[in-house]
């Protein structure tokens, strides 16, 4: 088993080159690109409308600003009483800690229920999937309501605790879905090798799983970094306050909004993340060929 | 990949260190003991942390619970009403059916394509996939409610590009008849997540399968019907069911875009929406949660579904 | 019940023991904490009351938060839900019955002339923070239902601005020559109102009804709120206002009224609402009247209170609570800080004080308010539970009507019918 492991498992290939007419080629660009376009727009416009003069930002239509104002960037990241650099560093500390969180978390669980065999497994399997179809506005208050008796109000801690108690199930069905696309082949043999679960778990399931893992670290930044209603309910304090809350303090809809810094905050705001969804994905590609494995 | 060629030594040295089953307990323990080790963290998040607001959820759909005072006891009034006496209930469960009926199917074939598209080796891979994932990134901001509105009002850039071709559109965003298609097209435009899973899962198909059969001569077209798509049926059935509770639990989307009321006449009144005016406009969070639980079921009931039928179309490896 | 509720949850906490324990630390210095809705400029302004009062009051602790109006009801809920309500409460006109009729306010009588020194206020004024004859919320400013004229739409196309004494038939008028003489791209006279609430009332007032009782009943019938339809009808017919899917992308937000999004020459809001409105807009802005329903007609407006503040049922130290709205809506130094950002203050010695520091916007907003005259009438009661969801009704029903799915006269009985129902569910 070990020989064939080492010869099997090889650095990625590259994609399969594969030759095709120039015509097709041809086609298939002219159609991502046409794509990208209807992609881009909306980061086009935002950056317009960043710095773009307020009054003209809900009545013009054009993409093209009549005067170029880069005021709205120094309004947005100094005009609120915390500066912008202490809710990019809040979310990043959420952030971070979330994807941590539930790489580990979830792929424990996920492991459970993709590989392991024990009394109950489709039971709380179904438990599992059923904490996905609750809406989250009708469990908030009883939630709220035991944090706070935790004290965990005004902390991150009601943010953050829950990934590493593999909350979002969203995750865990995800690496189930993958983990059991992984050859069996490869854990029998190891546990033929005298293997214990943790060991599978660690040095099969885990390095074989690089591309669902990247996948659950990207959704888990991203979709931390675009959330409110959590951080709008347990973070009071506004030294706390994450991105997305800052984004909406400037946006009163019964009073005076600052809808330039709005967009210039907004626009900004999308540069971390951008990063690490370029940083991960890369990690998207690295998936592992499994060579010569007979199925 | 040091790492795990690593791992291949360490697998062949574990099997010095065999332990020895010992007596009942410890096969028992075998048995079933890793499995909740592994569970661990997950069950006492479920006990301490989901399990009881859930609860607690469902007990406050049998009362009248209205955010500030004691909930009293309301037996099953509530359920009935939702039953019986509840235009909006209806008009709410129909625009979401028909959200999820619309928005699901295309969002998936369109993140399928291009995930396909970009797993050939094309050139500039890492920057089409970049661009294509940029409008999931905006997320439910605020930005995406006004960009929107100036791409499907009246004068909007979608309606300037019909002129081109002579047709002169409605107000799409704020027309009863088509408000819905474009939170439709929102949640299509926002692929990005579902073709992520999707290119992550062609990753997985081992390559040599390809080569294999293209010595055999089979066409790219067998092969995608042959080999890619049985192989990443586990992934279909993953977006599939998870894209379908999202879409029946959406809600920013007709938020934002309608700022909340879920209008005109009530064409984008998503259920959560409703269910969220009922509990925080309208303070009646015991109804809202006999919604919620409504919901639930009907998600439930689906989700079974899908499982029954997955075990005809969808291949595992085990 | 809900103390059960509590212990099924805290029995899941309890499995999460290593946790920090519950209660917060007792402190020694009495804590404030004020929650309002508002934009960053409402809050350098209350933040800085807030450090006067403090610095006043040692032994006091002053802490402040703030959310626009959308992000802060759901998180006033919660709080006020999980027995974590902030001390003093900013509370708007339509939530101050909710929140008072199901205990989350302290009644404030008892300090009244102790500590709430509020008798230079507008009786009035007084009275619309009061529910079921108990003082609940203490107003911080008031205004009233206006009109947002854009004066340079309406010079463009050679008609005349409106006046305190303009009709509904010369606003028709109007409304038709301004559209006609297409100055501007897909540019109308007006907006559609029809499903304005602030509208109907006034229209309502004037014709001697209203649009609840005292007692929380409906106060018009379906022949009125069919009239109401079909006079928004005609004007939709004759182009006088904007078409309904125009209408329809209309928010009830500054930022997507009709005259914000530039479709349309006038727009209806209130009178604080005039410095933001003028914020997102290029032409010149003028603040006038709701429309006439006859020449003499009386009485349609009312000075309302902008907002209020109310102490929590659950602070500590109520009277605390009381002597911080007294400083805030009282004190002159705080007034020279708040100016009329909340609305046109009711105390007459602090009106007197700011009247000639006001810049131009603030001073159209304060002579609108005081100069309204006999337009303006009593003040209606408080609206009763579900108003909020009359309001939608009003909304939806207007819209069915302006694309031809209920005529006019179907649009009255249905809305009728169905705000009754909302009423008696409570």
Sequence with gaps: ?295 | MAAVQDSAVAVGAGAKARPAAQGRLAAIWTKHGAGYMFLLPWLVGLFGLTLGPAIASFYLSFTNFDLIRSAEWVGTANYVRIATADPKFAASLKVTVLYVVLSVPFKLAFALLVAILLNRGIKGLTVYRAIFYLPSLLGGSVAIAVLWRQLFAGDGLVNSLLAQFGIEGPSWISHPDYSIWTLVVLSVWQFGSPMIIFLAGLRQIPTDMYEAASLDGASKFRQFYKITLPLLTPVIFFNAVVQTIEAFKAFTPAFIISGGTGGPINSTLFYTLYLYQEAFGNFRMGYASALAWILVLIIGVFTAFSFLTSRYWVHYDD | MWMTRRRVLAGGAALLSYSMLASSALSQEARLRVLWWGSQARADRTNKVNQLFQSENPGVSMNGEFLGWSDYWPRLATQVAGRNAPDIIQMDYRYIVEYARRGALAPLDEYLGSVLKVEDFDKVQIEGGSVDGKLYGVSLGANSAAMMVNTVAFEEAGVDLPTPATTWDDMARIGTEITKAGKRKGFYGIADGSGVEPLLENWLRQRGKALFTADGKIAYDAKDAADWFAMWAAMREAQACVPPDIQALDQYTVETSPLSLGKAAASYAHSNQFVAYQGVNKDKLKLNNFPLIGKDAKGGHYRKPSMFFSVSAQTKDPELGAKYVNFFVKDPKAAEILGVERGVPESAAVREQLAPTLDELGRAMLDYVSGLGALAGALPPPPPSGAGEAEFALRTVAEQVAFGQLDAKQGGETLVNEVSQILSRG
């Design chain 1, 1 to 295: 088993m070990t020989d064939a492991t080492m010869s099997t498992v090889t650095a990625p290939p590259p994609p399969p080159a594969i030759r095709r007419s120039p015509l097709s080629s041809t086609l298939i660009h002219a159609a991502l690109i046409a794509a990208s376009i209807a992609m881009l727009y909306p980061l086009l416009w935002m950056v317009s409308a960043s710095v773009r003069p307020e009054d003209e930002i809900f009545s013009s239509t054009s993409l093209w600003p009549s005067s170029v104002d880069l005021g709205s960037y120094v309004r947005g990241w100094f005009g609120l009483d915390v500066s912008f650099g202490r809710f990019t560093w809040n979310s990043f500390v959420i952030a971070v800690l979330t994807v941590i969180g539930n790489v580990v978390a979830c792929s424990l669980a996920a492991y459970a229920f993709a590989r392991l065999r024990f009394a109950g497994r489709n039971f709380w399997f179904a438990i599992m999937l059923g904490t996905m179809m609750i809406p989250y506005h009708v469990t908030l208050i009883p939630q709220y309501v035991l944090f706070l008796d935790l004290g965990w109000v005004n902390t991150i801690l009601p943010l953050v605790v829950p990934k590493f108690l593999a909350s979002d199930a969203f995750f865990i069905f995800l690496m189930v879905q993958f983990f059991r696309g992984i050859p069996r082949e490869l854990d029998e043999a190891a546990m033929m090798d005298g293997c214990g679960p943790w060991r599978i778990y660690w040095k099969i399931m885990l390095p074989l799983s690089l591309p669902v893992l990247a996948t659950a670290a990207i959704f888990s930044f991203i979709w931390t970094w675009d959330d409110f209603f959590g951080p709008l309910i347990y973070l009071n304090d506004m030294n706390t306050y994450t991105i997305q809350l800052g984004l909406r303090t400037f946006v009163d809809s019964s009073s005076t909004s600052d809808w330039g810094g709005l967009f210039a905050m907004s626009t900004l705001s999308l540069v971390p993340v951008f990063f690490f969804f370029l940083f991960f994905q890369r990690l998207l590609i690295e998936g592992i060929a499994t060579t010569g494995m007979k199925r």
